[in-house]
């Protein structure tokens, strides 16, 4: 490298090896993994979320249902008396109310008594608070309401308050019960575990059932594999395992693949051996000849060399129609193909007149070349044997799956019992005329190759010859 040359990008860059490549290929196995596992996870996580609520719902709204139990049996006990004091005129029935720092407690206090108003504020505490004050919310409705409230050192409580007016006072008085959060929290805590252990293992469980799935669901795909090595190992040319429904089309269009190579293979040999076969007799001739140095050695080369000329071309017409029709199907307008071919033959036949008609929108489902070789060499010979007119007509049914073609000429025809053999190679009735005897049998090969015919008639019209060509229809 001299100096200054930049590196080139392509020595540059990394190889991507098969390791890589093998990396970069997605897996059916892993691509339903992933979608088994996200929709685990969103539903064990929505359902955990929403059962968790409920649940904590459910034990929170039993705990604020006692504490609302034992607020409306104060309330409906609770009396006035001469000094303006709540009273209650029977015992609660809660020892914890009596017991210091036991957990649960409760504070009755009214602002701004009327019938007392030397009191600006009233509170009468259980002796479980000791000498401890609870701070209130003021409520200007009758409704209990609960909350949390961290108002007691270490001593998390859950509150219901009630507002209401006692017989004999005008003031409104605050009922309030608290109560120690511990045991309802611990029991929250003790759901919540449960739920995270039982979703956790019911997720394990449900990821251990997809990959199952996956393994068995995909074992069919499996078995086709084994059957394919089978068929490169054991010789077999056909899948015959039985597979579930899911697969059959898989193994179908497999086999038809299959079946359809070996039709490509064994035409290939089958034209193999035809050509070596035509090729052997000229060979033969000339080897002769020269050995025997026959004076007419040049005109048996000539000779035979024309003939072997003749089948390559077959050989090779039939070989490139193969080809392409292995490659897909085609879509060819038959009267654009006609109209080209026309125009050629116009130069080589001035004085004949054509005429193209029918259907101008006709698809056929040949490759456009072999149309056109078709099409040229049926044209060619209309104009080269007739009398000066050529007539083509395309006609196309609509239930029809074949497009027919007929070329017509004025010339003398081909007697009945000579048109089945004038389909063979080098086959030629008017040798004064120059040719190789190739084109009919070109027609023919190819024509059959896409699946179509071709017949020898006479024209009612023009009074020649009339073949009728057929070829699929183009959907």
């Known amino acids: 490298m001299t100096a200054g040359a930049q590196p080139s990008p392509a020595t540059d860059a990394p190889p991507v090896t098969l390791g890589r490549a093998i990396s970069q290929r997605s897996s059916l196995a892993r691509r339903m993994m992933l979608i088994a596992a996200g929709w685990v996870l969103v539903l064990l996580l929505g359902g955990g979320f929403a059962l968790d609520r409920t649940l904590t719902n459910l034990v929170r709204g039993n705990f604020d249902d006692q504490l609302e139990y034992l607020l409306n049996s104060m309330i409906v006990v609770a009396e006035i008396d001469s000094d303006g004091q709540v009273y209650f005129n029977r015992p609660l029935g809660e020892p914890r109310f009596l017991e210091p720092n036991s957990g649960l407690y409760y504070q009755i206090s009214a602002e701004g008594r009327e019938d007392f108003p030397s009191y600006s504020l009233a509170v009468t505490p259980s002796r479980s608070l000791w000498d401890t004050t609870l701070k209130q919310r003021n409520h200007l409705d009758n409704e209990p ?12 409580l859950r509150i219901v308050e009630r507002t209401v007016i006692l017989p004999d006072s005008d003031a409104r008085w605050t009922f309030t019960v608290a109560s120690r959060r511990e045991e309802l929290d611990a029991q929250i805590l003790r759901i919540r575990s449960i739920l995270i252990w039982s979703f956790a293992v019911l997720g394990l469980g449900l990821l251990v059932l997809a990959v199952l799935q996956s393994w068995y669901g995909l074992s069919p795909l499996r078995r086709v594999r084994a059957a394919i090595q089978s068929m490169r190992s ?7 395992e039985p597979l579930p429904l899911e697969v059959e089309p898989l193994v179908e269009e497999i086999n038809a693949l299959l079946a359809h190579s070996e039709r490509q293979a064994e035409e290939a040999r089958t034209h193999a051996g035809n050509l070596a076969h035509a090729l052997k007799t000229p060979l033969t001739v000339l080897t002769n000849a020269a050995t025997a ?20 071309e077959h050989h090779l017409a039939r070989a490139r129609a193969v080809g392409r029709r292995a490659i897909g199907h085609a879509r060819t307008p038959v009267c654009e193909s006609a109209e ?3 125009r050629a033959v116009e130069r080589l036949y001035p004085g004949t007149r054509f005429d193209i008609a029918g259907n101008r929108s006709a698809l056929v489902a040949i490759e456009r070349q072999d149309l056109d070789e078709i099409l040229g060499n049926l044209i060619e010979n209309a104009a080269k044997y007739g009398g000066g007119s050529v007539f083509v007509t395309v006609d196309v049914e609509p239930e029809d799956a074949q497009c027919v073609i007929w070329v017509e000429d004025d010339g003398a025809g081909i007697p009945e019992g000579e048109r089945q053999r004038i389909f063979d190679r080098g086959a030629r009735l008017d040798t004064g005329k ?37 070829l699929p229809r183009a959907g």
């Open 434 to 470: 120059p040719g190789t005897g190739l084109g009919l049998a070109i027609v023919r090969d190819v024509a059959e190759i896409y699946g179509g015919d071709v017949a020898l008639e006479e024209s009612e019209d023009l009074g020649g010859l009339l073949v009728r060509l057929s």
């Open 293 to 312: 140095r026959a004076p007419d050695l040049h005109t048996a080369v000539m000779r035979e060399t024309r003939t072997m000329q003749r089948h390559v």
């Open 145 to 156: 309401h609960f909350y949390d409230s961290d108002q007691l050192p270490e001593e998390p």
């Open 234 to 240: 054991a010789g077999t040319n056909r899948i015959t």
């Open 340 to 342: 080209a071919v026309r």
